[in-house]
Nanobody, 114 residues
Framework: QVQLVESGGGLVQAGGSLRLSCTAS????????MGWYRQAPGKQRELVAR??????NVADSVKGRFTVSRENAKNTMYLQMNSLKPEDTAVYYC?????????WGQGTQVTVSS
């Protein structure tokens, strides 16, 4: 059973930083598609940043502020979020595609106050 566990969310003031972590219960070294999504109240879930077959896709709304990275030896992916804005407030989800199936974490809340 594949499990993804996110951590690192919380309340931060605008301009601040947070680092989210996503730890998988399986090895991620062979995973080509893995990333972060977010969902704000009343809105659809949207892509934030992800690894796709060796490249990285980053949403325009966070480009230059957010950085996705991974540490395969720890089966962990990170999202470094800098210069946070109130509009970044959302539940952030980790996603992994393994053997043609998508897995999701339970989500971690990020709240940015103005």
């Amino acid at each position: 059973q594949v499990q993804l566990v996110e951590s690192g969310g919380g309340l931060v003031q605008a301009g601040g930083s947070l680092r989210l972590s996503c730890t998988a219960s399986v090895s991620i070294s062979g995973i080509n598609v893995m990333g972060w999504y977010r969902q704000a109240p009343g809105k659809q879930r949207e892509l934030v940043a992800r690894f796709t077959s060796g490249s990285t896709n980053v949403a325009d709304s966070v480009k230059g502020r957010f950085t996705v990275s991974r540490e395969n030896a720890k089966n962990t992916m990170y999202l470094q979020m800098n210069s946070l804005k109130p509009e970044d407030t959302a539940v952030y989800y980790c996603n992994m595609r393994r053997l043609l199936r998508d897995y999701w974490g339970q989500g971690t809340q990020v709240t940015v106050s103005s």
